[in-house]
């Protein structure tokens, strides 16, 4: 048995003991040594439901996790007992033609971490101890902080993002929404050559943070709606805009100040609704979506071990397991952190 947070019902988060199944001849035992508290583990534990997928049974949550890989089951040899981890939580099924065409983030058959999209439900990592495929493992040096290694996650989503978007090198960028999706985004822009970068969101706090790590300009989309109205003229200003709030409204807006011939990247979940493709059709705007990401993952580990991105102005908190609910209130006060993590 090991201790998980489990949860029944939005707003309904139980610390309880779960059975752990032996590992098969592929997998190890991780022990939890830090998980971040996801958009998606925020939305189970308010609404019981991300986007079109409800809670049918109790599920744990967490799929930003790293830890330290306690046993090994008997055909493992890439990794150790003792031995410390990010963990990559797509479990891909690596047969089906996705998988054998490079790209295993739309695997037919994905398990992921802490999702209720299939049922029975996948089973997340904010558990004292998990299960993993040998092959989700990514080792990480000993000075690497357990809750910047459990980064690699919501980093290796934003790279992908990047990379959907294109060639960076010297272009304007814009990115909607300042929450951990969002600031990754900037630093990986960054990165990426990116000319200039600006960024929105609703609220002062995180975009007081995007200023520090690097936004050329920030707009309160809020109390300040005009000013991304003025990025409108001369048909747009942009060459790429990222959507990382979910928001319809946002992405809406994001049409308008795109010049032709652009490109927009939907990160961000949305509720159904309609995409403004007048607008897309008169100019000829790229609008392509980036979900989850494939091997930006390890790419993403690597990243953060050597210093290239640093996470440290959005890690925010780090709160006991037993403190779980404490843990998301903080998380989803916007004005009071970005990303929270737990550990037991």
Do not use: W
């Amino acid at each position: 048995m090991t201790l998980a947070a489990r949860i029944h019902a939005a707003k309904d988060l139980r610390i309880e003991a779960i059975a752990l199944r032996e590992p098969e001849a592929d997998e190890v035992v991780v022990a939890l040594g830090a998980g971040g508290i996801c958009g998606s583990d925020l939305s189970y534990y308010g609404k019981g439901r991300v986007g079109d997928f409800s809670l049918r049974e109790p599920m744990v949550l967490g799929h930003e996790v790293a830890g330290t890989v306690t046993r090994v089951g008997r055909d493992v040899t890439s990794v150790r007992p003792g031995d410390r981890v990010a963990v990559d939580p797509s479990r891909p099924c690596l047969s089906c033609d996705y998988c054998r065409a490079g790209r295993s983030n739309l695997c037919r058959n994905m398990r992921f971490f802490g999702s209720a999209a299939i049922f029975p439900h996948v089973q997340g990592g904010f558990s004292e101890t998990f299960l993993a495929r040998a092959d989700q493992c990514v080792p990480i040096p000993d000075s690497m902080p357990m809750r910047v290694a459990a980064c690699g996650e919501p980093l290796a989503v934003a790279l992908h993002g990047i990379r959907r978007a294109g060639e960076l090198l010297g272009r304007h960028v814009l990115i909607a929404g300042a929450g951990p999706i969002g600031l990754l985004c900037l630093m990986a822009a960054k990165l990426a050559g990116a000319r200039r970068i600006v960024c929105t969101d609703l609220a002062d706090a995180p975009l007081a943070i995007a200023r520090e790590i690097g936004a050329a300009e920030t707009v309160n989309v809020a109390s300040e709606p005009e000013r991304l109205a003025a990025y409108e003229a001369d048909k747009g200003t942009f060459d790429v805009a990222l959507e990382a709030t979910g928001a319809p409204a946002a992405l809406a807006s994001l049409f308008r100040v795109v010049r032709p011939g652009g490109r927009v990247v939907q990160l961000g979940m949305m509720p159904p609704g309609d995409v403004p493709v007048n607008l897309l059709m008169a100019r000829e705007i790229d609008f392509v979506g980036a979900f989850r990401f494939h091997e930006e993952y390890r790419t993403a580990v690597a990243l953060l071990a050597a210093g290239r991105i640093d996470v440290a102005p959005i890690l925010s908190a780090e709160l006991p397991m037993s403190r779980a609910d404490e843990a998301f209130a903080l998380a989803a006060d916007r004005a009071r952190a970005i990303k929270v993590h737990l550990a037991f």
